[in-house]
């Protein structure tokens, strides 16, 4: 099963808007939930063209990984499957960019150093019970050296998501 933006089609193919415009991936997002009782979930905007620069969009990022976690906890409940989790994330489209929480409290600085790479790329082994009684933990482990890359820690992990039920 799955559930997406407006703009993803069937087979994933992205479909223009009511107004004919074409989609750029900018506007889609999917989650999917497979047999296995696996996860996945696509956003087309970790990053985009800010104020004359790139920037990524941590709090975004941050918000949706914790989000996907949450509903593997509700995977755990419902199936009562008591074993552990590989969870994974994956950031592309970095190269360049900086981050959108420093560039809304100051703007471009020459001291905001560009993520130089391509992508960011994490996976770890969660037991489920962690994952279910301390979500923040695990969203910690997966985001923690990209937020260091990207913002430094300008905001602390849970203060960029603390609006976001646990």
């Known amino acids: 099963m799955a559930v997406a933006s407006y703009y993803l089609g069937p087979g994933r193919v992205p479909q223009p808007g009511r107004d004919g415009d074409s989609v750029d991936e900018t506007s889609l997002l999917e989650l999917e939930v497979r047999e296995d009782g696996g996860l996945r979930l696509f ?28 509903a593997a906890a509700e995977v755990i409940a419902s199936t009562r499957y008591g074993g552990s989790w590989d969870l994974g994330m ?21 001291l905001d150093v560009p993520y130089s790479a391509d992508s960011y790329e994490q996976v770890i082994r969660v037991d489920g019970e962690v994952l279910t009684a301390r979500p923040l933990s695990a ?6 050296r990209l937020h ?19």
């Open 139 to 144: 969203l910690e482990s997966l985001y923690e």
């Open 90 to 110: 994956s950031v592309t489209n970095l190269r360049g960019c900086r981050s959108y929480l420093m560039h809304g409290t100051f703007g471009f600085r020459s």
């Open 148 to 166: 260091r890359g990207l913002s430094g820690g300008a905001k602390a992990i849970p203060e960029m998501v603390a609006n976001i039920s646990t």
């Open 43 to 70: 956003c087309g905007r970790a990053s985009d063209m800010v104020g004359g620069g790139r920037v990524a969009f941590e709090a975004l990022i941050a918000g949706l990984t914790l989000r996907v976690l949450l």
